[in-house]
């Protein structure tokens, strides 16, 4: 099993930055490999949207459109981490931000491929 622990919302003026850390433990005696992580969103009232994943062998990335050339997602294999830094900020990127992990052969930004995913962190654009 694998625990994924989301940080880094909060709360911010559109045009601002915020940069999101996603922890991931493997909590049980048997090994797990990450294969990718991603970060999606979900609004009140909307449904759930992928933002961004990364494949951890090689770290290509992958964004949605709506974020691209704002959002940039990296990783530290060391730590175990992955991070979302967002910058200009707009009041539509409101939403629980959620951090998932696969270790399947592939996935997509709509969730499929996905095993384990984070309780969220809330990020909050004002205008």
């Known amino acids: 099993q694998v625990q994924l622990v989301e940080s880094g919302g909060g709360s911010v003026q559109a045009g601002g930055s915020l940069r999101l850390s996603c922890a991931a433990s493997?909590?049980?005696?048997?090994?797990?490999?990450?294969?990718?992580m991603g970060w999606f969103r979900q609004a009140p009232g909307k449904e759930r949207e992928g933002v961004a994943g990364i494949w951890t062998r090689d770290s290509t990335p992958l964004y949605a459109d709506s974020v691209k050339g704002r959002f940039t997602i990296s990783q530290d294999n060391a730590a175990n981490t992955v991070y979302l830094q967002m910058n200009s900020l707009k009041p539509e990127d409101t939403a629980m931000y959620y951090c998932?992990?696969?270790?399947?052969?592939?996935?997509?930004?709509?969730?499929?491929?996905?095993?384990?995913w984070g309780q969220g962190t809330q990020v909050t654009v004002s205008s």
């Open positions: 998932a992990a696969g270790r399947g052969s592939g996935f997509s930004m709509s969730g499929i491929g996905f095993d384990y």
């Open positions: 493997v909590v049980s005696r048997y090994t797990y490999t990450i294969a990718y």
